[in-house]
């Protein structure tokens, strides 16, 4: 009552103003957090890659990005759709193959632990689950084929 001019027609303009503004600083502030998430899931993957011939956990990992642990395990699974311990069992049998295609001589027990697994028997048990066969069996599947 103490106002001689009040504007109530430009109530909806400020509104509009107002919500155009928070759009724009929710803009930025979302494109910085998936630049970090982003860089954080591709350093995370590198570390994997580097170090997937050796005991690794996801406490390593987490202090070696400087993350939270069950912050890094939550970005992880949303950008590679698989868990930590899957994701580096995949890359490990995917080593493992390159090994049992390319060096006859190894032992299954020595490309296990070549790659990174703690015994021959989870190998076996890892490589049956995502390959649907035993490495033995991949082994001899790749060297019949390649002497036909």
């Known amino acids: 009552e103490e106002y001689v001019f009040k504007p109530f027609h ?3 303009h400020l509104i509009e ?3 155009a ?3 724009s ?4 502030i979302t494109h910085s957090a998936l630049e970090d998430y982003n860089y954080h899931i591709a350093r995370a993957k590198d570390y994997i890659e580097a170090h997937y011939m ?7 990992l987490a202090t070696h990005l400087g993350l939270n642990k069950s912050y890094l395990c939550t ?7 698989h868990s930590f311990c899957h994701y580096t069992n995949k890359i490990r049998i995917e080593e493992s193959k390159k090994l049992l295609k390319s060096n006859a001589s190894l032992s299954i027990t020595d490309i296990a632990l070549a790659v990174g697994f703690s015994s021959s028997s989870y190998f ?7 390959e649907g066969t035993t490495p ?5 599947e790749i060297l019949k084929t390649e002497y036909n």
């Open 136 to 140: 033995l069996d991949y082994r001899k």
């Open 10 to 12: 430009c109530i909806p």
């Open 17 to 19: 103003l107002l919500h």
């Open 21 to 23: 503004i928070s759009k």
């Open 124 to 130: 076996n048990t890892i490589f049956k689950k995502l």
């Open 75 to 81: 970005i992880f699974k949303k950008s590679t759709k």
């Open 25 to 28: 600083h929710l803009s930025q």
């Open 54 to 60: 050796n005991p690794i956990t996801l406490d390593d």
